[in-house]
């Protein structure tokens, strides 16, 4: 029985809504034990934003700085874990994945890393900060999941990704609108979604190769609605 989990918090520009969970898992023989969930047993990994309220995303002007602190928590079993970052255009009737590179980074540019909360700030304050916490987490590049799909894997503190029982990581701190911000710069976004959803997976007798292959399984079945 593999066992895979994702935690999703949903977030409308920088507003966050329910934290939802979700655990996968397969047979793979039919004899007579079990493999499943219990409290040492298995795999489960929370998504939080402690910082987080209602308005922190709306409304946002040019010199607004607004606080979003997404973790990932192991709750139990030793696990490959990440974090994924879907970025929707949200202009039409429904949320649509972003395509377009240019945007994707513009938006994720706004990111910010920072042990206290910064204030107003122009784009080059903004971009001398560092856009994740790059000491926990190392972006995946080259994927096939298009522009709107981000993905941070977790280093794991001996280097092998392995995220151990209790262990808590924060992607980022906050979204800024620079103060130099014009109203083009405004167009260009226009209303947008950020989902950041929280995925792992066994580490037991995975490599990070293979734990890889099926956390992109999960991925692909979640951006397919499955």
Not at 194 to 218: F, H, P, R, S
């Amino acid at each position: 029985r593999l066992m895979t989990i994702c935690s999703i918090a949903l977030v409308m520009l920088v507003a966050v809504g329910a934290t939802l969970a979700y655990f996968f898992s397969e047979d793979v023989a039919s004899n007579e034990f079990k493999t499943g969930d219990s409290p040492t047993h298995g795999v489960e990994v929370t998504i939080t934003e402690p910082g987080w309220t209602d308005d922190n995303g709306k409304d946002l002007y040019p010199g607004d700085v607004a606080t979003k602190d997404p973790r990932i928590i192991n709750k139990k079993g030793e696990a490959y874990a990440r974090i994924v970052v879907m970025l929707y255009d949200t202009n039409g009737a429904s949320p649509v994945l972003i395509t377009d590179k240019a945007k994707s980074d513009k938006i994720m540019n706004l990111t910010f890393f920072t042990d206290t909360k910064p204030g107003k700030m122009t784009s080059a304050e903004l971009a001398a900060l560092k856009r994740i916490n790059d000491a926990q987490f190392t972006e995946v590049t080259g994927h096939s999941f298009g522009a709107g799909v981000r993905i941070f894997d977790y280093k794991g503190a001996d280097g092998t990704n392995k995220m151990a029982p209790g262990v808590e990581a924060q992607l980022f701190s906050g979204v800024a609108i620079p103060t130099d911000w014009e109203q083009k710069d405004v167009d260009e976004l226009g209303n947008f979604n950020i989902d950041v959803m929280g995925q792992a997976v066994q580490a037991k007798n995975l490599t990070a190769d293979e734990a890889k292959v099926e956390l992109d399984k999960l991925l692909t079945k979640r951006l397919e609605g499955k």
